[in-house]
């Protein structure tokens, strides 16, 4: 059974930095992409980074320039960097893993940036 785990939320204030981290265990090999999504009260989740297989990255508009998305293939962990944070930034936060298809969520992290 594939579990996917986020953590490294939390409360940090306005320009401060946190790590968010996701492991997925039981999900095997062939993983093609990985995401980190957020969605605030009241709104949409949308996405904010992707990295492929290959290792392209993409990313929100929103927060390019302050995230950076990263992976650990041997572990099945990828990682969001998040820099200069913005009260904006706040969310509850959410991966997933794509394979054959399928996604895989986590539960999500909440990201709380006060000023």
């Known amino acids: 059974q594939v579990q996917v785990v986020e953590s490294g939320g939390g409360l940090v204030q306005v320009g401060g930095s946190l790590r968010l981290s996701c492991a997925a265990s039981g999900i095997g090999f062939r993983i093609s992409a990985m995401n980190w999504y957020r969605q605030a009260p009241g709104n949409q989740r949308e996405l904010v980074a992707t990295?492929?297989?290959?290792?392209?990255?993409n990313y929100a508009d929103s927060v390019k320039g302050r995230f950076t998305i990263s992976t650990d293939n041997a572990k099945n962990t990828v990682y969001l960097q998040m820099n200069s944070l913005k009260p904006e930034d706040t969310a509850v936060y959410y991966c997933n893993f794509a394979r054959w298809g399928q996604l895989y969520w986590g539960q999500g992290t909440q990201v709380t940036v006060s000023s």
């Open positions: 990295i492929i297989s290959g290792g392209s990255t």
